[in-house]
């Protein structure tokens, strides 16, 4: 069974703050993401990753940056958190080969940080 | 602008009835369609999806339909359960794009017993 661990659910951080979240998944999938989830605007793609080391851009990836140094770890890292970074934040993982049927993309339980 | 288009944010639907969910894209490239369902303070999970070279995709009491000339596909949940009560989020992807997915910005479906 798949299983994508976000190490912090909620977190309460101020204007400023370097935060840190941290996502590791067990099953040696090549691909990891992080989202963002806000009201009426779904799900939106920050980074994302498809080997160690690599990273690319999403659709919202500015004050945002990430790091994969291992393939089963992904990190989000908000530089200098600010109040409109309050969110819902999703990372996912799936095998490499694209979204078909059999190979889904997985999400973790997700991370509510608060910047105040 | 979103390429992905839920419509309605919320339906309320009375149990054993159908729920009838709707996405609304723009891409013409999209070829792949997925449905993700989420309660609070979850992540998503996948409920169904369906290719391009199909107009209908059915598991259990979950179909989803697949209008290509519309750009169009709906979920049906029949019969709909308290249980089913979550927000529903319709993705798609693009041929040969990997993994990526664009997602519409959900539909919270509440189903009264």
């Known amino acids: 069974d798949v299983k994508v661990t976000q190490s912090s659910r909620y977190l309460v951080k101020r204007t400023g703050e370097k935060v840190f979240l941290e996502c590791v998944q067990d099953?040696?999938?090549?691909?990891m993401f992080w989202y963002r989830q806000d009201p009426g605007l779904g799900l939106r793609l920050i980074y994302f990753?498809?080997?160690?080391?690599?990273?690319e851009k999403g659709d919202i990836p500015e004050g945002y940056s990430v790091s994969r140094e291992k393939k089963e770890r992904f990190s989000l890292i908000l530089e200098s958190a600010s109040t409109n970074q309050t969110s819902m934040y999703l990372c996912?993982?799936?095998?490499?080969?694209?979204?078909?049927?059999?190979?889904?993309?997985?999400f973790g339980e997700g991370s509510w940080l608060t910047v105040v | 602008d979103q390429q992905v288009k839920q419509n309605s944010p919320s339906l309320s639907v009375q149990e054993g009835r159908i729920s009838i969910l709707n996405c609304d894209y723009t891409?013409?490239?999209?070829?792949?369609f997925l449905w993700y369902k989420k309660y609070p303070a979850e992540g998503p999970t996948f409920l169904i999806s369906?290719?391009?070279?199909?107009d209908k995709n059915e598991d259990g009491r979950f179909t989803v339909f697949l209008n290509k000339s519309a750009k169009h596909l709906s979920l049906h949940i029949v019969p709909s359960q308290p249980g089913d009560s979550a927000v529903y989020f319709c993705?798609?992807?693009?041929?040969?794009?990997?993994?990526?997915?664009?997602f519409g910005g959900g539909t919270r479906l509440m189903v009264k017993p």
């Open positions: 996912a993982s799936i095998k490499g080969g694209g979204n078909r049927a059999g190979n889904t993309i997985y």
């Open positions: 993705a798609a992807s693009e041929d040969n794009a990997g993994n990526m997915l664009t």
């Open positions: 099953m040696d999938h090549e691909n």
């Open positions: 369906i290719s391009s070279i199909k």
């Open positions: 891409n013409s490239m999209f070829d792949y």
């Open positions: 990753s498809y080997d160690v080391k690599m990273k």
